[in-house]
Nanobody, 119 residues
Framework: VQLQASGGGLVQAGGSLRLSCAAS????????VGWFRQAPGKERELVAA?????YLADSVKGRFTISRDNAKNTVYLRMNSLKPEDTAVYYC????????????????WGQGTLVTVSS
């Protein structure tokens, strides 16, 4: 199983980015796919997940959306109204869809893509 995360970059506060997580070796619609982020000196945190339903962390509700394109076997994270505190390396991961909010449910991880939001 391989996950290719892309779409990160440098954006001004208030701007938008769309991250993509392209999967191979696993059908994303049959598993959970989560987007995590890790800022310097902080623990990795779950930002959004999609399985039978979607989950968004409170810190991103109303600004981020997660979606899935089954034909492309790809999951997207649309990030609007970005804030400097959203700056982090974003990782996608896939795992057991029964407990998508548990980091331990994820067994395959992508390489990460850096998102930098300037003030």
């Amino acid at each position: 199983v391989q996950l290719q995360a892309s779409g990160g970059g440098l954006v001004q506060a208030g701007g938008s980015l769309r991250l993509s997580c392209a999967a191979s070796g696993r059908t994303v619609s049959s598993y959970a796919v989560g987007w995590f982020r890790q800022a310097p000196g902080k623990e990795r945190e779950l930002v959004a997940a999609i399985s039978w339903s979607t989950y968004l962390a409170d810190s991103v509700k109303g600004r981020f959306t997660i979606s899935r394109d089954n034909a492309k076997n790809t999951v997207y994270l649309r990030m609007n109204s970005l804030k400097p505190e959203d700056t982090a390396v974003y990782y996608c991961a896939t795992g057991d869809r029964l407990l998508p909010q548990r980091i331990g449910s994820y067994d395959y991880w992508g390489q990460g893509t850096l998102v930098t939001v300037s003030s």
